[in-house]
Structure formats: structure tokens, C-alpha cells
């Protein structure tokens, strides 16, 4: 292998590392906003005295909590690769 071979290795290498560390930091915003959009949806749900639109808030608030985890998730694993590459 040639030292022009290892250069170019070694730059993929590096954008695939800014790549992933980019995909890690999308998730994590995601999951910023899901989180706040469950908390949104709590305070309102404490607000309104019809149980009906409490449940239908409080749901909501968990849906969007599972839907944060799940950001939470993906973000670990792409941070993960991210400090697989050189």
C-alpha cells in the first residue's frame, strides 16, 4: 500500500468520523425537543380540568418521552461509532 493509499484512507476515515459525529448530534437535539414537547404537554395536561384532555395530554407526554428514548438511543450509537473512527 502506497502512502497516497493511506492518505486516502485515513481522510474517509475522518469524514466518516465527522459524519457520524454529526448524525450523533441531530439525535440529540431530537431528543432535546421531544423531551421538551413531553414536558409542554404535562404542564398542560395539570391545566385543563377535563379528564378527557388530561389523559389525551398525558399520552401525548408519554409518547413523546418513548420517541426521546429512542433519539437518546440512536444519538449513544452513532457517538459510538464516532469514537470508533481515527
Known sequence: M???QYRGELE???KQRVDAEKKAGEYRNKE???RAEADKARQEATK???AATQKSKLSRA???DKEAASA???ANKWQAKAS???
Do not use: L
Open 12 to 14: 474517509r476515515k475522518r
Open 48 to 50: 385543563t380540568k377535563s
Open 2 to 4: 502506497g502512502s497516497q
Open 72 to 74: 437518546g438511543s440512536e
Open 84 to 86: 470508533g473512527y481515527p
Open 62 to 64: 408519554a409518547q413523546r
Open 32 to 34: 432535546s425537543k421531544k
